[in-house]
């Protein structure tokens, strides 16, 4: 099998590293402004959805059903509204928002008592907000995407952990000309060290971040305490920590881990959401492998964008299953690419010449 030293992914990371500053060496004023913007989004986004309280307690009407899209909950639409506000009090009306989450869907499956209680759950996040405002968000965050800069926003991905009490994450990112340039990941029940399978609770949680060509850092999720994370360095042989979702349905789990098996013992780390990326990155997992669950599937842009960013400056190199590089210009889906391989880069070239029978 390859074992790919350069890959040309991995050694612009390594040349953009070594001039300019790590995050982790940055103090508060020092932060890029695009990044303190989205921090300071991914911050009122969980301060929104835990608000909200426990999700097993919610009242009638606060999770909707979008059929195959999933559920969505008051959360999902509470933290999109919080963010998207705080990024267009920021950068004006104007900015370029991408986000999951639509006004059609919500106004056709919950109408004004759903942005009643969204509303409720923005106010109490510190941020002025009435169902005028929390609708005005929803339509100002149906951006389209492609080519040039905007922001891509999940608001609450991992729906069905959140609702479990499994984990979730709030993914901010900011894309120009088709590659992520700033990313956050908002990750409230993932604890600093630990991969991930036991979720804390009380909004105890981190945040990911990276910014392209700065390394990426983990701080606590309401203040700047950065620390540098770096994937884990795996060798053949190894045994082979592999994050995978917890719904079977996302993935063909079994598949990926039987063909994995030829590199090391598999050891399945199971979480939600994109909190995946946040363990490779800081080497509680040593990869996430993902394959599209039907030949036809195409990865929503928001699913990806920022966990790729912070898994690529913590070390990792981030494809389609085939190995080709993540297009994000091709607009609300990654029309271009196929599942997903993210693992350290001499683990991704035999993760890529390992799972090459089961791409379609």
């Not at 991914?42 to 606060?62: M, Y």
């Not at 509470?78 to 920021?90: C, G, H, P």
């Not at 919500?106 to 409720?120: C, I, N, R």
Request: charged fraction near 20%; proline fraction near 5%; hydrophobic fraction near 45%.
């Amino acid at each position: 099998m390859s074992t790919d030293p350069a890959h040309p992914q991995h050694a612009a990371h390594a040349a953009a590293l070594t001039s300019r500053a790590h995050l982790s060496s940055l103090a508060p004023d020092r932060v890029p402004a695009d990044l303190l913007i989205a921090l300071a989004a991914s911050r009122a986004a969980a301060r929104a959805v835990h608000a909200l309280g426990d999700p097993q307690l919610f009242v009638a009407g606060s999770v909707i059903d979008k059929g195959v899209a999933g559920p969505a909950t008051v959360a999902d639409i509470a933290s999109q509204v919080a963010a998207t506000i705080t990024l267009r009090n920021a950068y004006g009306d104007s900015v370029r928002i991408v986000a999951e989450e639509s006004l059609e869907e919500v106004e056709a499956l919950g109408g004004d008592s759903l942005l009643a209680l969204v509303a409720t759950a923005v106010c109490a996040a510190g941020i002025d907000c009435d169902v005028a405002t929390a609708r005005a968000a929803l339509a100002g965050s149906a951006d389209h995407g492609g080519a040039g800069t905007f922001w891509a926003i999940d608001p609450l991905d991992g729906t069905k952990g959140y609702l479990r009490g499994g984990q979730f994450a709030i993914a901010i990112a900011l894309v120009v000309d088709g590659q992520p340039t700033v990313g956050v990941l908002g990750l409230p029940r993932l604890s600093a060290v630990g991969n991930g399978t036991d979720a804390v609770a009380g909004g105890a949680g981190v945040l990911a971040a990276a910014v392209a060509g700065g390394g990426a850092v983990q701080t606590p999720i309401d203040r700047w305490a950065p620390t540098r994370i770096d994937a884990h360095q795996w060798s053949m042989g190894d045994p082979l920590r592999l994050a995978g979702s917890v719904e079977r349905g996302h993935s063909a789990s079994e598949s990926l881990e039987s063909r994995a098996a030829a590199l090391g013992t598999v050891e399945p780390v199971r979480v939600d959401s994109q909190a995946k990326y946040a363990l490779v990155a800081r080497g509680d997992a040593d990869a996430y492998l993902r394959l599209s669950p039907t030949p036809d599937y195409r990865e929503c842009l928001w699913d990806h964008a920022a966990g790729a960013l912070v898994a690529v400056e913590a070390g990792c190199i981030v494809t389609d299953s085939r190995g080709i590089p993540m297009d994000f210009s091709t607009g609300r889906r990654l029309t271009q690419s196929q599942g997903v391989i993210c693992a350290p880069h001499r683990l991704h070239a035999e993760l890529v010449a390992a799972l090459a029978p089961l791409v379609r």
